[in-house]
């Protein structure tokens, strides 16, 4: 029999229910993560004591937070623990809070009234699982599924909408068919939640390692209180350094940052301006002029729209203001960012700018077809090729290629530098180092160092600006034996490599930097 632990605080307040003769279970969201091994964000226990009796067993301790609908809160050394009396509920006529409830003793019936079936079911003070409507095969399925009929539950509280595709997104299960046309034809209901509510759940929404793929199944249900995403849905780019849709860009940016509200936040809304910034040239290529602007403007109103906590609002409208940013490797230009934008945010914009970049070009799937049938001896010539196709393409050159000063060359481009995102199935090595020492120690004694200064110092362009390797064969035979003899896959590391190592979107370490401002 399955089993839930328990913790000391909560066991004590099940014990004494139980002893005064009361039915009493842990009951919820905390029993679904005890199964799934997640820390539990707090305990909720529900009781076939009245709450009048519940507050006489724990008098000192207990607090009435919702006498009416049967809760009280017990205080323990570990924080408050909610206790609601077992209850069916009555008519819901503002899709939020039942009018009436009637306590009950019956446990299934308490659990029939809950929203999905993870989250019905309920533990004893032994820990043995109650569970009537299959919440832990559910579970194990890894499928959200509606207790009961999900227009009716959606029509009793419309913020289970929402709820449903936080769990999604924090927990990884897919929506069951029947809950997910519910969630789409339910949506409208939306509107009679108060925004707050709808902020405290979009807020962990976004920060669920899932969010991209929720948001992209859901795009209307979101549309419903920031109607400005619908317009970046489908809006196709027409240019040469974007493969994808503005919709599909910035759930691919957004789900490669780091699953904090601030910068998840922040690529969601980045180009939130992009539709009303579009003009295209005479050659047909679409262009986005004034869109940072634009896109931190509607971000502070869709925020604030929300309630958004006032210091989380600033500091991703200022992320989405500077996301396009040129900031000049000098020593007053990177100062005067870290002035603007302080230590942390700085890092949070060089984060944006990395992934800003990576979800914009399928630079991997393109130099593996240009690579696919040449030959080790046209090396040279298929990376020329392959460049100047790029470039026909209407790919950027390398935007910085006036870099003179020696030591933000390398505080930039070689600090804590990283080609982890390339790394796949064939085992590419990953390189992390704080010099191109370790990534010749990686791909081999063939890359020289002549090879690393002249990658370094060297004067020769191409396709992505200065600083290519001059004895570039020496550097492609270690990328080949490195890739197994694949050469479609060395001719990609090559390329990311070079786009990546002198870009300014790399992963810096900016420590040095705060010694220039101090």
Request: proline share 4%.
């Amino acid at each position: 029999m399955t089993t839930v632990t328990i913790p000391a605080p909560v066991g004590e307040i099940l014990k004494t229910l139980e002893a005064a003769g009361y039915g009493a279970w842990c009951v919820g969201g905390c029993v679904r993560d005890a199964l799934l091994d997640r820390m539990p964000g707090d305990w909720d226990v529900t009781t076939s004591a009245r709450p009048e009796e519940t507050m006489a067993l724990f008098a000192g301790r207990a607090v009435p937070t919702g006498l009416r609908h049967g809760t009280v809160t017990v205080k323990t050394e570990q924080g408050g623990v909610e206790i609601t009396t077992l209850r069916r509920d009555g008519a819901y006529r503002d899709h939020r809070r039942p009018e009436t409830v009637t306590f009950t003793d019956s446990l299934e019936e308490d659990l029939r009234r809950r929203d999905f079936t993870i989250n019905a079911m309920a533990a004893d003070l032994q820990g043995t699982l109650y569970d009537p409507l299959g919440g832990r095969a559910d579970l194990t399925a890894k499928v959200l599924r509606c207790v009961g009929e999900p227009d009716r539950r959606f029509g009793e509280d419309a913020l289970r909408i929402l709820r449903g595709l936080r769990f999604a997104a924090e927990l990884g299960v897919t929506v069951h068919p029947d809950t997910a046309v519910a969630i789409h034809r339910n949506r409208e209901l939306l509107r009679a939640i108060a925004p707050e509510r709808i902020w405290a759940e979009l807020k962990k929404l976004v920060s669920g390692k899932w969010a991209a793929e929720v948001l992209r199944a859901y795009p209307d249900v979101a549309g419903v209180f920031w109607p400005e995403i619908l317009p970046m849905v489908g809006f196709d780019q027409r240019n040469g350094h974007h493969c994808y849709d503005v919709w599909e860009h910035t759930l691919h940016a957004m789900e490669k940052v780091k699953p904090e509200p601030e910068l998840r936040l922040t690529m969601l809304l980045h180009d939130i301006g992009k539709p009303n910034c579009f003009t295209v040239d005479g050659l047909g290529c679409g262009h986005f002029y004034g869109h940072p602007a634009e896109s931190a403007r509607m971000a502070e109103a869709m925020l604030g729209r929300l309630m958004a906590e006032t210091v989380l609002r600033e500091t991703v409208v200022q992320l989405v203001a500077w996301h396009d940013r040129n900031i000049p490797r000098t020593r007053p230009g990177v100062a005067r960012a870290l002035g603007a934008l302080g230590e942390r945010d700085l890092r949070r914009l060089l984060d944006c700018f990395i992934f800003d970049v990576q979800s914009s070009h399928t630079l991997g799937n393109f130099f593996s077809k240009t690579g696919q049938d040449l030959a080790w001896a046209d090396f040279d010539k298929s990376i020329d090729a392959a460049c100047d196709h790029m470039v026909d393409r209407g790919f950027p050159k390398y935007r910085h290629s006036s870099l003179t000063d020696q030591r933000f060359f390398d505080f930039f481009s070689f600090g804590n530098f990283s080609c982890s995102y390339i790394s796949d199935d064939r085992n590419l090595s990953v390189v992390e180092g704080n010099s191109f020492k370790n990534f010749s120690q990686t791909f081999g004694s063939r890359l020289h160092k002549s090879a690393v200064e002249r990658c370094a110092y060297g004067k020769k362009n191409s396709a992505f600006g200065a600083g290519f390797f001059q004895r570039r064969q020496s550097f492609i035979h270690c990328a080949y034996r490195t890739c197994n003899n694949d050469l479609a896959r060395a001719v990609e590391v090559y390329c990311l490599y070079s786009f990546t190592a002198f870009s300014f979107n790399s992963t810096a370490d900016i420590n040095d930097f705060i010694a220039f401002k101090t």
